[in-house]
């Protein structure tokens, strides 16, 4: 129930966007917002805490945010706040991401590996996968030293484990299964 209340969300997000033509305008306030509500748990915890009034919240979000985010945004962020799904802010963000790339026939690419790929990597990458599905692709990049080495990239819903790790975790099984 809260993943499709979540799309919802993002759904409309990405609906206002696209009628006003301002995804990236909208998506770096939002992002402004979040990163001010998770540096401040104070304010996170004002914002959600039931027995503070709406006409206060109102007020501290125009106090706090007026110089930094726009009419379209701080009406969302107050529909969120609102709705009690301000905690939800951050997923309603990549939700809003992915569903306006498929609007554009893009997909995104998630590729972990123990260190960052060089730009020349990322680019051979994206070749290989994109003539592989055949869509435009956004790639990714996520750092996660626990693979040791290698890469495991994920489209939609399709995961490719080459990281050493994963080979490791894949022998170990194959040999409980023989003992």
Known sequence: MREKKLTHYARALVEICRENNCWDELLADLKTVSEKLNESLELK?????RHVTMTKKKESMKDIFRDFIGKRTYNFVFLLIKDQQLLHLDSIIAHAKKINFEHDGIHEALVESAIALTPTQEKA?????KEKI???????????????GGLKVTVGDTELDCSIRGKLERLKRQIQEFE
Not at 134 to 148: A, E
């Open 45 to 49: 915890r004002y914002l959600v805490d």
């Open 125 to 129: 990458l994206v070749k290989v996968i």
């Open 134 to 148: 055949d869509k435009q692709i956004v790639l990714r990049n996520i750092i996660n030293p626990g693979l040791i």
